[in-house]
């Protein structure tokens, strides 16, 4: 797709500084621009390049004033990085895979495919699916049996909606994510476990994006609920009965165990461990690898293993880095005493 500096700007409501006509097919990061490419400047580090870029436009702010003589157009704006981001998502939309039904994809009779969809190579969709309006499924993806698919909705190749799981509208699984596997729900018996049949299912409200490899395991009765426009990255777990609030976003490689209810619009690192039957609360931050085996309240920020508030931590985490040190010029002093 190629597009003029004065097309784009007028996508995204900005001015033009140098060649309206000037034309990009492709984007590029700033400091790697060659011609023919777009790429923006968000991050003040980054401004050098703005001179030095081969890049053939650029999409700045709107009071972006260069020390040295600049060679690309200049696309002027309120916020580069959303309007970039706008940009792209435009892009997206323009390079969406014609509808239509690949010959190798497998689809009930009872199942019910909306308009304008498209299904892939190797799809399986099975009785009383529902695929909504517009939906994309990639190749190989399946949907069993009384599953939900709502409009708009991006399945990327190898995802897996189990049976009679939900999920709303524009709702985006990346490749290889699961949802409604079954709950870890066994009972132990003697010396061994038995299995606790899982007959709940997943509820995934609108405009939750759930990052490749994850997994969202269905109720053991009830529902397993992503709240609307939840966003997961790559690599996590969350277990049965889970709730997650409207807005929350978790970094990869996070386990969150059953039955544990977390707030809106709350922000999670990368590889925290949450256990079960929790109540976190709305706004609620946890630094990276922590570990919360406690209650939050709204709005508490937390870190460490187990994690606690977070300005306690790093005082306590000094006093830790330097407790070597300390028990040195304590042994020293003892010294001296036991000494004189």
Request: charged share 20%.
């Given at each position: ?12 409501g ?17 400091e ?6 777009l790429s923006?400047?968000?991050n ?15 999409i700045?702010?709107?009071?972006f ?12 704006v309120s ?11 435009k892009?997206?939309?323009m390079?969406?895979p ?19 969809v498209?299904?892939?190579?190797g ?10 309006d ?6 190989n993806?399946?949907?069993?049996r ?14 897996k ?9 524009r709702?985006?699984?990346h490749?290889?994510?699961?949802v ?10 003697d ?12 509820v ?6 759930i990052?490749?490899n ?12 992503i ?10 777990q ?11 976003v978790i ?9 544990t209810?977390?707030?809106?619009r709350?922000?999670?690192?990368g590889?925290?461990g949450?256990?079960?039957?929790l109540?976190i609360g709305d706004?609620v931050k946890?630094?990276?690898q ?7 309240a709204?709005?508490a920020i937390?870190?460490?293993s187990p ?8 005082r306590?985490?000094v006093?830790?880095r ?6 040195r ?5 003892l ?5 004189s």
């Open positions: 797709m190629i597009l003029t500096a004065g097309v784009i700007a007028e996508i995204l900005g001015s033009v500084d140098g060649d309206p006509q000037v034309q990009v097919s492709t984007v590029s990061p700033i790697k621009g060659f011609a023919g490419s923006f400047l968000a003040p580090k980054y401004t050098s390049f703005v001179a030095t870029t081969d890049a053939s436009v650029v700045v702010k709107d009071d004033a260069s020390e040295s003589p600049v060679k690309a157009t200049l696309i002027r916020d580069p990085y959303s309007s970039f981001a706008l940009l792209l998502q892009y997206d939309e390079n969406r014609q509808p239509g039904i690949h010959p190798t994809a497998v689809i009930a009779n009872s199942a019910a495919i909306g308009k304008d498209t299904i892939g190579a799809c399986v969709i099975e009785d009383k699916a529902t695929v909504g517009g939906t994309i499924l990639g190749a993806v399946v949907v069993e009384e599953a939900k698919i709502g409009s708009g909705c991006k399945l990327h190749a190898g995802s909606v189990l049976h009679r799981c939900v999920l709303g509208d709702c985006t699984l490749a290889g994510v699961i409604g596997s079954d709950g870890f729900g066994f009972a132990p018996s010396a061994s476990y038995s299995k606790i049949p899982q007959v709940g299912n997943v995934l409200e609108d405009d939750v994006e990052g490749a994850s997994t969202i395991d269905r109720a053991t009765m009830g529902s397993t609920i709240r609307q426009g939840v966003k997961l990255d790559n690599l996590i969350v277990a049965h009965n889970v709730e997650i609030g409207e807005h929350t970094a990869a490689q996070t386990g969150i165990a059953g039955s209810k977390i707030g809106k709350c922000m999670i690192g590889q925290v949450i256990i079960g039957h109540t706004n946890i630094a990276a922590s570990g919360v085996g406690n209650n939050l709204d709005g937390v870190q460490g994690a606690f508030e977070v300005g306690n931590y790093r306590s985490y006093s830790f330097r407790l070597p040190e300390t028990i010029k304590i042994e020293e002093k010294a001296e005493l036991t000494s």
